[in-house]
């Protein structure tokens, strides 16, 4: 397909680094759920909350990753320490899957397993893809494109990670989950020798230049002043202001998540960096009104996105649970591992990402293209009606009878046209709309949405319906799984719907960048 050719060389190795990357992060997370439940005997909420936490600081350190990134260390040394720490990682969650006869033990090299894979996720994600947008120059209609191909590597390797990763941990056997999470370590060290030993021949700018080694600020700051250009500084007086207004901000987010969420820090850290961070750059004195204007569009945009992460990473935790409980998964006489649905998603990923390109090129030559905003609207609702698929299913299921896997199979197709409208036009918009000083760090801001999304996911999984237990949330009571799906069909949908009443406004808060 023409839209798919023509792009630079680079952007393929970063593609190939990234489905390795995903791979090691897709597999571990296709078995994590059955490995807390099965392995080390969680029950369902308390592994929920596990999973929510580790997921959702998985997408809260990009921050950390991306300032450091931009101001210091520059791309390519983040994106080889990010690896190294993942790699880490998964070596630590094999050797506490390797040690289940020891409780204590196993359970602490799981969570010192889970903080490198955090941290190094923080390091290694939000430097991987801005560094896609520095191949282009800029206004280049070809980026859209681009980050649907870097989109298909990551999901090449969502698509292959649950199938091995499944196969080889996925077993019945408690003591088999370790060799899922080995081979996920092999898989993430693969990534840091490619991009390690290729990075030099193909990461180069449209003039020649190699990308990823200057941090970003400096850069910027250099080309600003070959062209003379000069952005507004702050006195004393005003550092002071925001420092006060920061710290007191922060102080007050923290008692009332505190208040919210007692004892559980992570929630109170995520919630609480969500507000904070976006609030510190847009005190920034050396953004313009036009900047500043575009950025406001990027958190608006990502607000929204919180509530289409947030049902649809129910896929590693109450959609996986439904898979090995209430779906019948019978093949011939074979049947088939609950992790692999999780597979599904990214083999639909692959396809529909080779043809979304060439409908968005089709629309756009008849000046029929809809604006970001407006591709994450429609991504809303395709989310909210995937769910609504499966309350037909569902609906009339008898107590103890299994529902056929072409409910569960529908839903994944569906949600993944909302992934495809919604998350790689949502990186391109972050890139198109960042200033280059901040490249990395938005995009650590837009992954802060996506960090607020999977905590509250874990905390929506816990509405899980169990035997003898009825559920609510806001009054809602939630007994059978029709009422729980129907609560991702009603957020995603509202979400939706208010969204692509704002497009409009938000299209022109953008200034010219389609």
């Not at 029929?368 to 989310?383: D, F, H, N, V, Y």
């Not at 896997?405 to 790689?424: C, N, R, V």
Request: aromatic fraction near 16%; glycine fraction near 10%; charge should be positive.
């Amino acid at each position: 397909m023409s839209a798919l050719k023509g792009h630079p060389k680079g952007l393929y190795l970063i593609f190939a680094t990234s489905t390795a990357e995903r791979f090691s992060y897709y597999g571990m997370r296709a078995i994590f759920i059955l490995f807390l439940t099965q392995a080390l005997l969680f029950d369902k909420e308390a592994a929920a909350s596990i999973y929510g936490s580790y997921t959702g600081l998985v997408y809260l350190t990009p921050l950390i990753g991306g300032y450091i990134a931009d101001k210091y260390w520059g791309i390519r040394r983040s994106v080889f320490w990010g690896a190294v720490m993942m790699a880490v990682g998964q070596f630590l969650m094999f050797m506490s899957a390797s040690t289940l006869n020891n409780t204590d033990l196993a359970h602490w090299l799981m969570y010192g397993g889970l903080g490198f894979l955090i941290l190094g996720n923080g390091w290694f994600k939000p430097t991987v893809s801005s560094l896609v947008g520095q191949l282009y120059e800029p206004g280049d209609r070809r980026l859209d494109a681009a980050y649907t191909i870097f989109y298909m590597g990551v999901n090449v390797g969502s698509f292959a990670a649950p199938l091995i990763c499944g196969y080889l941990g996925d077993t019945g056997d408690p003591n088999d989950f370790k060799w899922g999470f080995l081979v996920a370590g092999i898989m993430t060290l693969f990534t840091v020798v490619l991009f390690e030993t290729q990075k030099n021949k193909y990461l180069f700018s449209p003039s020649g230049e190699p990308i990823g080694i200057i941090p970003d600020a400096k850069r910027e700051k250099k080309e600003d002043k070959a062209e003379h250009i000069v952005h507004p500084k702050m006195d004393k007086g005003t550092k002071i202001r925001n420092t006060v207004i920061i710290t007191v901000l922060t102080i007050a987010l923290l008692v009332f998540f505190s208040y919210a969420f007692s004892g559980d820090w992570v929630s109170i850290g995520i919630f609480t960096a969500c507000i904070v961070f976006p609030v510190l750059i847009l005190l920034d004195g050396s953004l313009t009104k036009i900047e500043r204007s575009r950025i406001f569009v990027i958190y608006i945009v990502a607000f929204f996105v919180i509530f289409f992460w947030a049902a649809y990473e129910q896929a590693g935790a109450s959609l996986t649970l439904f898979a090995a409980e209430q779906t019948n998964r019978d093949i011939l006489g074979w049947e088939m591992p609950a992790s692999w649905f999780q597979s599904f998603n990214p083999l639909f990923v692959v396809i529909l990402a080779y043809i979304m390109p060439g409908i968005w090129s089709f629309l756009n030559k008849r000046k029929m293209e809809p604006a970001s905003p407006t591709k994450q609207a429609i991504g809303l609702l395709l989310l909210s009606l995937g769910y609504l698929f499966i309350c037909f299913g569902v609906k009339d299921a008898v107590p103890g009878v299994k529902v056929s896997m072409i409910w569960l199979t529908g839903l994944y197709f569906i949600h993944t046209m909302g992934e495809i409208a919604l998350s790689p036009i949502g990186l391109s918009m972050v890139n198109k709309l960042s200033p280059l000083r901040f490249a990395s760090l938005m995009m650590g801001i837009w992954y802060l949405s996506t960090a607020t999304a999977n905590k509250f996911a874990g905390m929506l999984s816990g509405l899980y319906p169990e035997d003898g237990k009825v559920k609510s949330l806001f009054g809602y009571q939630i007994a059978t799984m029709y009422d729980f799906f129907m609560v991702f069909v009603v957020m995603s949908g509202v979400a939706s719907l208010i969204l692509f009443l704002l497009s409009k406004k938000l299209q022109k808060m953008m200034h010219g960048v389609e």
